[in-house]
């Protein structure tokens, strides 16, 4: 009785890492979502507002893609 209690309690821990695992890598795609949108709000103000031209823009974009990959 207790090896089967016992056993139930792996299989739902189980489940519930696999849960936590995937919510895990909702909030990071979730993440890198909003920050590339938040990305190219700022491209259309930068462009317009700061005077940089699209070449510039895209050297900036790649430089803040990369830093932003490195801390995920």
């Known amino acids: 009785?207790?090896?089967?209690?016992l056993n139930k309690l792996i299989e739902e821990k189980k489940i519930l890492e696999e849960k936590r695992?995937?919510?895990i890598e909702d909030i990071k795609a979730a993440k890198k979502y909003e920050g590339e949108k938040?990305?190219?709000l700022a491209a259309e103000a930068g462009l317009t507002e700061l005077n940089i031209t699209n070449e510039q823009w895209k050297e900036?974009?790649?430089e803040v893609k990369k830093r932003f990959q490195k801390e995920q």
């Open 38 to 40: 938040i990305a190219l």
């Open 60 to 62: 900036i974009f790649e």
């Open 1 to 5: 009785m207790a090896r089967k209690s």
């Open 21 to 23: 695992k995937k919510i």
